[in-house]
């Protein structure tokens, strides 16, 4: 399967915390993309991240790629009750089919 | 600005009954289009996806089907359900293949 593994299955950290879960993936991509469920709706798109890329900021978001070891990460920095979610990678290979994690679900205890 | 609707939210069905899942954008013109399911606590799944009107692409073996009779129109249909297709359905649309995808709100298949 060329879908992604995000690490860890579960966190939980306090508010004012940082939290940071990694992907890694199996094929050559385009682009690696993180989206946010919360619990019961759609999938909300955060950033994405080329391949040629190694670090990308958004807000309080910051994602790293290491291409080398197939890997991403996604920190959040000073977290808050409201980042309380399911948060995913997304792969596109080159042939620009998306493959999705399993997810990291954060809960942030206020 | 763009949109997409897809209903219903909830949606109880029989084993054996037929399936009609429709999802709608607006905003936009020739947006790529994708179903998707989800396990409960699990990833997506893409089932099917669409480059136009017509061209419909399967990604995984099952008893659904999806249709696409307008521009911005995508169906997801089945004839018999199973159990086995209870889940989470997820329309999505993006620009273009690789790029960044944008959901609906989805609707909870119980097949009982």
């Known amino acids: 399967s060329q879908q992604g593994e995000e690490d860890p299955q579960a966190l939980s950290i306090q508010e004012g915390e940082n939290a940071t879960m990694n992907c890694s993936y199996k094929?050559?991509?385009?682009?690696l993309q993180w989206y946010r469920q919360n619990s019961g709706r759609g999938l909300v798109h955060l950033i994405l991240i080329r391949s040629n890329e190694r670090e990308k900021h958004s807000g309080r978001l910051r994602v790293t790629l290491d291409t080398s070891k197939k890997s991403s990460s996604l920190l959040i920095t000073a977290s808050r009750a409201a980042d309380t979610a399911s948060y995913f990678c997304?792969?596109?290979?080159?042939?620009?089919?998306?493959?999705f994690g399993t997810g990291t679900s954060l809960t942030v205890i206020p | 600005s763009q949109t997409i609707h897809q209903w219903p939210a909830t949606l109880v069905q029989p084993v054996g009954s037929p399936l009609s899942l429709e999802c709608t954008v607006e905003?936009?013109?020739?947006?790529?289009l994708y179903w998707y399911r989800q396990a409960a606590g699990r990833g997506l799944q893409l089932l099917f996806y669409s480059v136009g009107i017509g061209q419909i692409s399967s990604e995984v073996p099952q008893n659904l089907s999806a249709s696409r009779p307008q521009d911005r129109q995508f169906i997801l249909s089945s004839k018999k359900l199973l159990l086995s297709d209870s889940g989470f359905y997820l329309c999505a649309w993006s620009w273009g293949l690789g790029q960044k995808l944008f959901f609906g709100s989805g609707t909870q298949l119980s097949v009982l």
């Open positions: 094929t050559s991509i385009n682009n």
């Open positions: 997304a792969t596109a290979d080159t042939g620009n089919q998306f493959y």
């Open positions: 905003g936009t013109s020739n947006p790529n």
